[in-house]
């Protein structure tokens, strides 16, 4: 079975400040696909990342990057300068390798909410 | 291409109707997928279809939930005699291949319909 935590269900911020939100993962797939969504009010999820189990280079997008773990099983997410338009719900995501299986498991979310 | 499309956004409809949600993919998307979201937790998988075969169903989809993609392109999702339970926002997804790169390699999600039942 696979499973995401993403204990922080709140998180409130100045604007400016960096801000970590993190997600641990379980599964028994050697290889697995791991991912950040960005949900805002409107409700739509927006993909941010997509990270392979076999490469654990980190990744920095502008004000955004990621720290893979795989002797943790972590993949956090850093919002470095934070600003109001990053407050959203975001999700932390995991697919497997089992074949035949594309359903990807979502953690329950982290609310950022960025105060200006 | 603008995305994935749903339709309708919202629907309200009293407990014991039926109802009937449209999905329609990125167009050189072959895979589809539906989720439900209920306030506060994360999307929950539901049924998946390549092409026009459904691949996998989730133990959430009871027997009062229908999906169908006659030809491999649009979706639609039915639920008939609805119960309060149901009211949730039902995402639809659509990817190719992950072991591409580009714009469009990963899952790319709807803005959903929000069912309520009343």
């Known amino acids: 079975a696979q499973k995401v935590t993403q204990a922080q269900t709140e998180i409130s911020v100045v604007e400016k400040e960096d801000v970590t939100l993190d997600c641990v993962y379980e599964?028994?797939?050697?290889?697995?696909?791991l991912f950040w969504y960005k949900q805002p009010p409107s409700g739509e999820l927006v993909f941010l990342i997509r990270?392979?189990?076999?490469?654990?280079q980190n990744e920095i997008s502008g004000r955004y990057s990621w720290n893979f773990q795989k002797s943790t099983s972590s993949f956090n997410f850093t919002i470095t300068a934070s600003q109001v338009v990053d407050s959203a719900v975001y999700f932390c995501a995991l697919r497997g390798s089992w074949a035949g299986s594309y359903q990807l498991t979502f953690g329950k979310g982290t609310k950022l909410s960025v105060i200006p | 291409d603008t995305g994935v499309s749903q339709d309708p956004r919202h629907k309200i409809t009293k407990r014991g109707q039926n109802v009937t949600f449209r999905c329609d993919p990125i167009?050189?998307?072959?895979?589809l997928y539906w989720y439900r979201q209920t306030l506060g937790q994360g999307p929950e998988f539901l049924t998946y279809?390549?092409?026009?075969?459904?691949?996998?169903k989730s133990r959430l989809l009871s027997d009062r939930f229908s999906a169908e993609r006659p030809k491999g392109s649009f979706s639609t999702l039915e639920i008939q005699r609805t119960e309060q339970g149901d009211s949730a926002m039902y995402l639809c997804a659509s990817s190719v291949s992950l072991g591409g790169k580009g714009p469009n390699y990963g899952y790319t999600f709807g803005s959903g319909t929000r069912l309520t039942v009343v």
């Open positions: 599964t028994r797939d050697t290889t697995y696909y």
């Open positions: 167009s050189e998307h072959n895979r």
């Open positions: 279809f390549q092409n026009e075969a459904q691949l996998e």
């Open positions: 990270r392979n189990s076999f490469d654990e």
